[in-house]
């Protein structure tokens, strides 16, 4: 049953292999009467883009999209957005020796046995060049946001065993776009490249966490008791290819401390309620409280190593392999819009789901 | 909108309020001619129920359930099930003080911010005696499942800092339920009684972390790109109240291994494919691979102290208060049926999804 | 896959078999502060009630209804509203003798052969009795229908071959309730009270349609391209057991004119814009344009007749039977509440799902 | 809220304006492994093509459809297929002079009332050109639907006052693709005809029935009690542009029959049940049984006339117009393969949905 649609509100659907002719996106129910933001689309999609820089695949994705549907005058109708980006780059010749292998860590050996059948060229659909769909789709997400003055910022937090122990308070986020791998810390951004820059030497990969803050958000999104705001955003960001770990607020360190520590005790803050602490991530009960959300991804190295691998073939016979192709050492880097995209999906679904809260129509 | 039903194919939709009149579930989707297990339902009712053990609330819920459709001569008609079990030992009275009160990580603000409206009484909705309905849906989940040969189990493997370092496959799942507070290691068992305890006395709560492993999967589950398997069973676990971390397999600490120590290399065992390692979690891709999946859930420390706590009252009014009932030091323990029926429903409703892989229905 | 649930934003979930436990509801996305008219609830469950008149069966529910859910001081609460119904007056062995009939007409046979399993006591899930939990939950959506302005009045405009030619805006809507046959013709109320009485002394059944007019509707209610008003509606009324037609404004008749006789001229009515002619049934391109919303439901005679027929039964004999039980010679009367419960549910299903339009809150 | 996506199961999401860049849909859940029929795809296409005959509008689309994904070695995938067609005959300048008025039974005004904006050139969404989208889809259903021995003929019934009194049953189908009006029976088609071109002459238009039969339909498809399969054929049905009518087997007509007379009597055929007679249309408790499924579909007369006629425009003032460009005298013919497409649709996603039925998979 279908499994390409995300969102009951503001509705996306993704298609398209990493070798096929073109990936995609449907949007359908974005607000009507929108001014479409068309440099901000065209940012997102060069910060998700391979080959941006040494430490990523030189994969040259011109990633050059084309509107098919749903815009008129500069403005969204209010119908479904289509756009489409073709596959031009794809150096299909370079899967042909992994046409039978079932690569380790990989999908292919689970494609080939729930659907018999698959585009071994690239990955086919199980590649990450598929959210290039969903970074499309976040852009339009990001415009409703911002117009309601919400913002989303994400950064990688840690690589490897590099990891970042500053609070997101602690940190400038405007730094986060002035260094290739997307730290707000200068120098942990540094350490981090030089990381990365030897496992690429090695042929080896690393994974990392990529931390995100989303601040101003209204009072009240969320649907208890399933369609938790929380329960929305894991099962978000847990789509993402390579992903192994969420948690928000004070997260799987917050276990450890007691009840009397944990509680973020409420207090007037002028004619608002807010909270001293903010352990609970600005969602208590499924439903967001007027404090920053703030959530860790942690995603594990990629499995495209330019290292020899055993594995086994379609034959089930014993092989060894080595992936052709342009890999990256880290996707933490490019995965950073990826993981903004995601969140600002689910807030606008969340936003539009929501007839019954007090929040005024922005428009 | 609607938040209240959870999954495609087998889907089952929620209600109650925890001093209303009775809490309940739909069930729609279950298989018909399936022989009920009334035992296996009082079972997993008895291991969620509060007062079990000294460790647990007092209050006294009978949870007696009555069936009211769906079934016929003890087999399931493939109609809806409802199920529902009444508030009987719900003292309301415990609740007159705080009824303007915003008890601190608590629901009680958002709730009200969000429907300008609630019932205060035991938390109303927002009451974790929510999850009896998941209890009662996960056993008709279980039982599908076990027909299959699927097992899940659970178990407590961290309260606060005390931390079971084994892997699920060092340990004797079957101890789990041979002590109160359901950790398979004697050992680490009594201590955690013993961290519990005495938070108890102190009025305090504590967090921890409930890991959760599914031997037997049939190769298929997960519809990519967004119903990933994965994705579904973060959101399913991000539902359940205080829940804030869940990762896969390697996860969290995943990410600091490189890919040639994170892949899963393949191997033949028999007429079967196999992985030798499984940093994988059991799923690859969003699809399961037949392997084991296992999991880790984040818990917080209930907010529920009985310690004097300072707040804002509906009024915007500086309080102190002191919560009466009977509440949890430690929800762990209970919480174990919770997530193994989330993981149960997770489970079928994606193998009902599934009309096109190779495996055989076992009815 | 489940099928139990109607509406995407006002969710209800219906269950229920004939003479099982009890019948029920659960409507999830109700509006929260919506003070509760229980004597609606009560008006339309006595309108859709059995035994009400001489024409109607005999079978004596009580239809006294028990709210477990959802509402707290006499206001829901914006969380789901379970409502239940006990089968009290059941007689389950009137239906022994049909255990193993394939009754004509009815779904006995296709029940069968799609879940292998079925309560065949006074049909179980097929049986109209099912329709007693949209009766229920349309009260909730009248409500909030009538905080809008909104009206909805069905009434039977045909019997068998007894027609009402007049257009509802000849008929004075008011006079449906003062006769048994809510017709609200006088004189042609008696021509079909005297028709059933004498099918119902044959023991036999008649069909025939119910009109329903929907007046003071929002403009803008509706989704193209798929879940445009109307295309809601027929699904809702198609849902309906025995009904077997549907059209909307000039209809089937509508067929017969020419696009310069059809076409609803648009004329300006002070600062509104209206339509001088109403063929388009106030639905233009699936979406609502604040004209009166009129449709005819075709329902055909009830298959439960009191005479000899031959059947076949489950060992592929064939039989004949005489039906037992206590049926509705012409369901129509009865039908008209429900008719209005499904219009009324699909209008508020689209008014909450819709955050894009210009209408105002009503609360 | 999102309206353009149909099917639960096998899941269409349908794009694109009239005179935008291109139309399009996502298929979602198609099985894998279907060899595409590339022809069906084109004579579905050519059958609902403007231009292909003398009665029907002079547009000349092309139609080339381009698939994007889903596809490889000619086999489908099991991931989503997206399919574009272009926009490349539009005359958007003969809808210059309209961009103001409100076009009388067109949905000129519903939209812009709903959305605040509307693309004006050629009807924008609202046209019936987003129909080639459905019958893109449709035909991948057909495959399926073939593979499975089913087989829908939908044919023109009524055109204007021209009725077929005959029932399928007495026609020889496959001469409806004989004519270029789509009805099986050659005289009463001859007479359309010259209705039709005499219309065509006076700039009007008219409105007509389609019929269709869907013949070795499995068991057991439906899904009671909302998603009854006669329930999503007449939301299917409505979901066309113009359509005002629709019923199923006996339909308006008999509900004019007694119960006696209507009853289906079960009779045994071999080692199969059936029916004598098919009042029921091949539909009983809202899932099939297996005899034909026959309905009809009324549409009333195209709003765009090429007659002066009198409307009101955004500024609320009255005013007089024209229509200019290419339009259908009568839609029917044309509508054909679009009432197939949608039934087609509405059947596999019923027998992708049902995993509890004894259907055998067919791959």
Do not use: W
């Amino acid at each position: 049953m279908r499994g390409n649609t995300f969102g009951k509100a503001f509705s996306i659907s993704s298609f398209g292999e990493s070798h096929g002719v073109a990936m995609g996106v449907v949007i359908d129910g974005c607000l009507p009467n929108l001014e479409v933001d068309f440099d901000l689309i065209r940012t997102d999609l060069a910060r998700r883009k391979p080959g941006q820089s040494v430490i990523t695949t030189a994969r040259n994705e011109s990633d050059g999209f084309e509107i098919l549907s749903g815009i008129f005058e500069g403005k969204t109708l209010g119908t479904p957005i289509a756009i489409i980006i073709r596959n031009t780059d794809a150096k299909s010749s370079d899967y042909d020796q992994l046409k039978n292998v079932f690569r380790p860590s990989h999908a292919d050996y689970t494609y080939q046995e729930k659907y018999g059948i698959r585009d071994h060229r690239g990955g086919g659909r199980q590649s990450a060049r598929e959210t290039v769909a969903r970074v499309l789709a976040g852009s339009f997400a990001k415009m409703i946001l911002r117009n309601m003055g919400v913002s989303i910022q994400a950064y990688v937090s840690q690589v490897h065993d590099l990891e970042l122990k500053k609070s997101y308070l602690e940190l400038d986020l405007d730094q986060t776009e002035k260094n290739m791998v997307r730290c707000p810390d200068p120098e942990m951004a540094e350490k981090m490249i030089g990381k990365i820059a030897q496992a690429k030497e090695e042929g080896n990969t690393l994974g990392g966490v990529i931390s995100c803050v989303i601040k101003q958000v209204p009072i009240g999104l969320g649907e208890p008791v399933f369609d938790k705001l929380n329960a929305d955003l894991a099962k978000a960001m847990f789509s993402i290819n390579a992903v192994k770990g969420f948690d928000l607020g004070s997260g799987f360190e917050g276990v450890k401390l007691k009840g009397s520590e944990h509680n973020d005790v409420f207090e007037k803050n002028g004619d608002r309620i807010v909270t001293k602490t903010n352990n609970s991530g600005g969602i208590q009960g499924g439903i967001s409280n007027g404090g920053d959300i703030y959530f860790r991804v942690g995603f594990k190295p990629v499995a495209s190593l330019l290292l020899e691998q055993e594995s086994v073939n379609v034959g089930h016979e014993t092989v060894t392999f080595t992936t052709q192709g342009r890999h990256d050492p880290c996707v933490l880097p490019r995965a950073v819009p990826i993981v903004e995209a995601m969140a600002a999906l689910v807030l606008v679904d969340h936003y539009l789901r929501n007839s019954t809260i007090k929040m005024q129509p922005f428009l």
